[in-house]
């Protein structure tokens, strides 16, 4: 008797296209991770999975993804029409970073995904050239132990802290100048938006998600996949101009009303009223 059921990821929307001959509610399957990782990443998510995206999704009745990228990646591939709508920035914030602290900002699960070992291969060529930056590194996992493990053999434990996960992500952002996100892929950051609201600006692999939320130069810097040589480059340049940092900082917080909760939950709201 629900009005409408939303299948969360791709799994629980495989599974409501295969169900929805059945039910009387209007269907809708909401991609939470980019068309790439779910379906271009060897051996994870839905890998060689394509036949069941083109069967089942077609069958629900709205189809959501995060970026145009992927909406228009769905089209050309299986010929799947999607409706974009972002998602929300998690807070706001009266008080912004002032981006003159010498202090680097990394936060995520420790995982293959996050890609923080391609961060600390990255921040170790920075060091070498510049010793007065740190950075903090905010997050758990499995790969954890070995992070540190890197930090130790290349002698970085006076330059790079690596603290749990927290529920203050605001302090951690009002204390650095720049967000490094190393991540192999991303569906849509919520640290990203977290950025854009604190004004701090953002050194990333240019991921389909990044490509589509950040411009290189405007809102920080796009790198090339996955070069940790040119990643060090841009957050020596980047480090190097408070100028260049307070330019990207204005333009990130003005893109960040985009992201605002009403402007989204609007957009949620007017897809509803069509069903």
């Not at 509610?25 to 839905?46: P, V």
């Not at 939320?213 to 480090?239: R, Y």
Request: net charge negative; aromatic share 12%; with cysteine.
């Amino acid at each position: 008797n629900y009005d409408v059921i939303i299948g969360v990821g791709g799994e629980y929307s495989l599974i409501l296209g295969c169900i929805s001959n059945y039910l009387v509610a209007k269907t809708i399957g909401w991609q939470h991770n980019s068309y790439d990782a779910y379906l271009k990443n060897k051996n994870r998510y839905f890998w060689q999975q394509d036949e069941l995206f083109k069967r089942y999704i077609p069958q629900l009745d709205e189809h959501i993804v995060l970026t145009e990228y992927d909406k228009n990646k769905y089209k050309s591939e299986m010929n799947l029409d999607s409706t974009v709508i972002h998602n929300p920035k998690s807070f706001e914030s009266n008080k912004k970073s002032s981006l003159k602290n010498k202090q680097f900002l990394a936060t995520g699960r420790f995982n293959y995904q996050k890609g923080f070992d391609l961060l600390i291969e990255s921040f170790k060529l920075f060091n070498e050239n510049n010793k007065e930056w740190k950075l903090i590194i905010i997050g758990d996992g499995e790969e954890k132990d070995k992070i540190n493990q890197k930090i130790d053999e290349y002698k970085l434990k006076d330059f790079v802290i690596v603290e749990d996960f927290t529920s203050n992500i605001t302090r951690y952002f009002i204390e650095s100048s720049i967000l490094l996100l190393p991540s192999r892929w991303e569906g849509m950051p919520m640290i990203v938006l977290e950025s854009m609201e604190m004004g701090v600006p953002i050194i990333s692999y240019n991921i389909s998600a990044c490509e589509q939320l950040l411009t290189t130069k405007k809102h920080g810097i796009l790198v090339d996949k996955f070069d940790i040589k040119k990643f060090a480059d841009a957050m020596l340049d980047l480090s190097n101009s408070y100028d260049l940092r307070i330019k990207l900082g204005k333009n990130l917080i003005e893109r960040s009303e985009d992201f605002g909760v009403d402007n989204i939950c609007s957009q949620w709201i007017k897809l509803l009223n069509t069903l």
